[in-house]
């Protein structure tokens, strides 16, 4: 049964990030990708549309047989990972909490900032789990809902992103923080832009490397690691256009993927 893979969701190709970080720490767990690729973005969109939106997702992955559900969206888990969980019936596990204790572990200075969906940063959710831990540290976000597209263009050294980064970052950076939560699965591939235009003062939170830490340790806490020592098999399914996924998802990935198949029964 533990060989059974590790399900992870995301409104689109953005949570290959976090399929990255599982298979860098687990390179010998399965996983089922499912990617809403017909709906995304969910970062503008209202609490309750990304909620039933969610449980659709996770009810797909359940079917799939998968041991573990991986929360890979910021934007679903800060808004919808009650209704994931009750949907589930495996464990479940987000990318806040993980990213929120990785911060407050990070920061001297007692002073971090927050950036995501609007979705996500209306929600406050990284900031009620990082007061929950320490009631005294000075929390600053700000939504950046350019960066989302940026990424999936690939425009990672492009002067339009170093304008934008700026233009986003700055009013962090008069709070004098000294952690960033990248609070959003495609910022991570922004990463070095973002760390260029804060002149590489500012630790960088990668919340899906922090998510799969937790997974790793649920894991092992429950004896469900994959006893299999082969390579493992990763699947990618998405509700639209499986073509479109394959080529920009190399970059998220950060290697080469497989085939992406149509979810089939997956009805919008
Ligand atoms: N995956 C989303 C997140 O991490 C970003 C893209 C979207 O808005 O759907 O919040």
Redesign the pocket.
């Known amino acids: 049964m533990n060989n059974r893979p590790l399900g992870v969701f ?3 190709i ?2 290959l990030t976090v399929v990255h970080a599982l298979t860098k720490r687990m390179p010998h767990e399965n996983i089922t990708y499912f990617g809403d690729t017909a709906r ?5 969109k209202s609490p309750q549309v990304v909620r039933e939106y969610a449980a659709q997702d996770v009810d797909f992955l359940i079917r799939q047989n998968v041991k573990m559900v991986v929360v ?5 888990s ?1 808004v919808g990972l009650d209704i994931v969980q009750k949907h589930a019936k495996v464990p479940v596990v987000g ?1 806040i909490l993980p990213g929120a204790t990785a911060a407050i572990a990070t920061s001297k200075k007692r002073r971090i900032g927050i950036i ?2 609007r ?2 940063i209306n929600s406050r959710a990284y900031e009620h789990a990082i007061r929950q831990r320490d009631a005294d540290v000075h929390v600053v976000a700000a939504e950046c ?1 350019l960066f ?1 597209p940026l990424a999936e263009e690939g425009w990672i050294d492009h002067p339009a992103t170093a304008l934008v980064a700026k233009e986003y970052l700055f009013p962090l950076t008069l709070e004098k923080i000294d952690t960033l939560i990248l ?4 910022y991570p591939v922004l990463r070095s832009a973002i760390d260029r235009t804060l002149n590489g003062q500012v630790a960088l939170i990668d919340s899906g490397e922090a998510a799969a830490e937790e997974v790793e340790r649920v894991l092992d806490e429950r004896k469900m690691r994959n006893p299999s020592a082969e390579r493992p098999h990763l699947q990618f399914f998405v509700s639209d256009i499986p073509a479109k996924f394959a080529e920009v998802g190399e970059r998220f990935l950060g290697q080469k993927m497989g085939r992406v198949q149509k979810a089939e029964g997956f009805v919008l």
């Open positions: 995301d409104s689109g953005g949570g995304v973005p969910y970062g503008p890979a969206c910021n934007t679903v800060a990318v995501g969906t979705a996500t809902p989302v609070g959003c699965t495609h």
